[in-house]
């Protein structure tokens, strides 16, 4: 939904802005392939879903999270720029960068926290070598 078509609820009544419209479209098929990978990633390496009532019960630390502990949030982020680029929309750029900063201080307070408790050392070496967002 953050990605999705709750972003489009800011711009539903302006039009596409069509000087952006391929390079738009292939970030948008961009963001939305990652998206899946990661979806896909977490059924069957982790053995879960996105669901918080059915979370994977593995460290996924296969696919695109070997490059990035977080690579579904950059899928999203990825996702916000396709709309932000398709309705070249200051609003969706904005809407983009409060969603980046949640996400960050989610994983930091929140996730990485309980993903220490759950997987114990598996999860300090995975973290050790992977970084949280991407490589500097």
């Known amino acids: ?42 059924y069957r390496s982790g053995r879960g879903t996105l669901a918080p009532w059915d979370p994977p019960v593995r460290l996924v630390t ?20 396709g709309w932000a680029l398709l309705y070249a929309s200051v609003s969706l750029v904005v809407y983009g960068i409060i969603v980046a900063v949640g996400f960050h201080l989610r994983v930091v307070v929140y996730e990485e926290r309980r993903l220490k408790q759950q997987f114990g050392s598996e999860w300090e070496e995975y973290a050790s070598r992977v970084p949280r967002w991407i490589h500097k």
């Not at 709750?6 to 990652?34: E, I, Y």
């Not at 296969?62 to 720029?81: C, K």
């Open 1 to 42: 939904m953050v990605g999705g078509l709750g972003p489009l609820l800011l711009v539903w009544h302006r039009p596409v802005f069509r000087g952006w419209l391929p390079l738009s479209v292939m970030v948008l098929a961009v963001g939305t392939l990652l998206l899946l990978w990661c979806v896909r990633d977490f």
């Open 62 to 81: 296969v696919g695109l999270y070997r490059f990035s502990r977080n690579p579904m949030y950059l899928a999203v982020l990825t996702i916000l720029a």
